[in-house]
């Protein structure tokens, strides 16, 4: 449908810096351009211009267009709204008295603990056949936005009208008390299920199946299913495979038809699906699936203290949402400017010798465009937290007021004052959500991770306490050799920054496996 050039950075050993959303409407589509911080816009396949340039402030997590109004859900989980007079017009920016955050609190009222994670940021936006904007959250909760951009609901009272399940067999559409409403058999192994759309007459559900095969590694297979609103199956789209990157939004919804955003080369394309033909079958409600908030309501075992309760008690959904977290941090452009966040001199006098400043920030002279956060000694600074939260809200934050930019000295013994990035420890508590910064010493204590000898996979932790510490996204063998797709904060061969890359497993000898105890490890970053 479109295939437009000049979209996707390649970068040797990591992911593409690519586009991150879409939306098209009758001949418009609209694709999100990190080289220009905007979105790029094409019309009947041909390019006519950008939009919102310069106004996506943490990239474009999802775009909404609908008419003459435009909507862009941010990293952070802030909504930006453009309007324009006429179709011919551009869109210009709608301000608002203060930008309109969609996080919402999602800690379990009975766990302290719980309370203390950031706020679940939407996944995504839409606007439905009504006109209505809506926030969707990945715990199943579609919120409506009023016309003055604020929640039009209470998100704690909110109930989904469906639920979500897996098993090792298949995907569940359940009521709110746990019925079985909808069963999806599956050939591979059951990785995720998440409802795209819905309208009076249908609801549009993509699943993602996993295989492992010995020589490629594991191999992930996704469909969407259309069904009518009495649950017949109506149709069922096979997407492009995606493998390598998965932007933030990669399908839509429009009149009916499916399209899917993916990548090829330099290239973002833009893909209209065809239904295909693959049997499937609704098999009928038999048994009702429990829920409840204590492991004895789910048939758990109990935990043997109450420290593993309140890990057992903390949100479980971890894996493609959160773990992508690291991702963006390495392709996510900053702009540096060496007269403020490399002026030495903010920093106390007693501390200057140490702090050393990140190799690909030295010797820049005027305003340069970076690409992934810095690597900061005991830094927590990411797009929802701050290592000085009194001073500066996030890493972007930080960098518009002055601040200097990393730190890759260990001399002080503790975080540096005044330096903004983030390190290996900070990256892991930003995207398993654990609330605090925690350190390599402390990951490892059985409260969040436990040890574990066995290979890592998708989902888990490589730690070496008191050293450094890397995300696992997935491992597999190339070439006769096992490799780790790693997402880190680093220093290593003078990268000094937040990377997603492919490392030979032996370059981390000495590490411990750390399982997530609320991971849930049907779903990876590279499996959903």
Not at 486 to 502: L, Q
Request: proline share 5%; aromatic share 8%; net charge positive.
């Amino acid at each position: 449908m479109l295939r437009a050039e000049g979209l996707v950075r390649i970068n040797p050993g990591a992911l593409p810096t690519a586009p991150e959303s879409f939306d098209l409407e009758g001949t418009r589509i609209l694709i999100h351009d990190s080289s220009v911080d905007g979105l790029a816009q094409y019309d009947k396949g041909k390019r006519t211009g950008t939009e919102a340039k310069g106004k996506l402030n943490s990239g474009a997590r999802d775009v909404s267009l609908s008419g003459n109004s435009l909507y862009v859900l941010d990293g952070g989980g802030r909504l930006a709204s453009f309007t324009k007079s006429s179709a011919k017009k551009a869109f210009s920016h709608k301000a608002t008295s203060a930008p309109l955050s969609l996080a919402k609190a999602h800690g379990r009222a009975d766990n302290a603990d719980s309370q203390n994670a950031p706020p679940e940021m939407p996944a995504h936006i839409s606007v439905d056949t009504k006109g209505t904007l809506r926030a969707s959250y990945w715990d199943d909760e579609s919120l409506p936005v009023s016309s003055d951009l604020t929640v039009h609901a209470n998100p704690a009272s909110t109930t989904a009208a469906t639920r979500l399940s897996i098993d090792d067999k298949a995907f569940y559409v359940l009521d709110p008390s746990g019925r079985r409403l909808l069963t999806i058999p599956a050939d591979g192994e059951p990785s995720r299920i998440t409802e795209i759309a819905r309208d009076a007459k249908y609801v549009y559900y993509e699943v993602v199946e996993g295989y492992h095969s010995d020589s490629l590694g594991d191999l992930y297979s996704r469909y969407v299913y259309k069904y009518s609103a009495a649950g017949d199956i109506v149709a069922t789209y096979a997407l492009m495979p995606m493998n390598d990157y998965v932007p933030s939004t990669y399908l839509k919804v429009k009149g009916g038809h499916v399209y899917q955003l993916a990548t090829s080369g330099t290239a973002a394309v833009v893909i209209k699906l065809k239904p295909q033909a693959r049997p499937t079958k609704m098999l009928p409600a038999k048994s009702a699936y429990r829920t409840g908030a204590t492991p004895a309501a789910l048939g758990e075992a109990a935990p043997a203290s109450a420290v593993a309760l309140a890990a057992w008690a903390l949100p479980r959904r971890v894996a493609y949402t959160d773990l992508i977290t690291a991702v963006r941090l390495a392709n996510l452009t900053w702009t540096y400017n060496p007269t403020t966040n490399g002026n030495i001199t903010q920093i106390a006098s007693t501390l200057r010798s140490k702090v050393v400043q990140p190799h690909q920030l030295r010797g820049l002279t005027g305003k340069k465009t970076m690409t992934g956060y810095p690597y900061a000694w005991g830094g927590y600074d990411s797009e929802t937290t701050s290592s000085q939260p009194a001073v500066w809200s996030n890493f972007a934050s930080g960098i518009s007021k002055g601040k200097y930019a990393g730190n890759i000295s260990s001399a002080n013994g503790s975080y540096v004052s005044g330096t903004v990035g983030i390190d290996c420890s900070g990256l892991v508590s930003v995207a398993y959500k654990l609330g605090v910064k925690y350190g390599t010493s402390s990951l490892l204590d059985g409260r969040f991770f436990t040890a574990s000898t066995a290979k890592p996979v998708g989902g888990d932790i490589y730690d070496k306490p008191g050293s450094h510490v890397i995300i696992v996204q997935d491992r597999r063998l190339e070439t006769g050799k096992w490799m780790i797709v790693a997402s880190e904060s680093t220093t290593t061969s003078k990268v000094d920054k937040v990377v997603h890359w492919t490392q030979p497993q032996d370059s981390y000898t000495g590490y411990t496996t750390g399982k997530y105890r609320n991971m849930d490890y049907q779903c990876t970053l590279l499996k959903c």
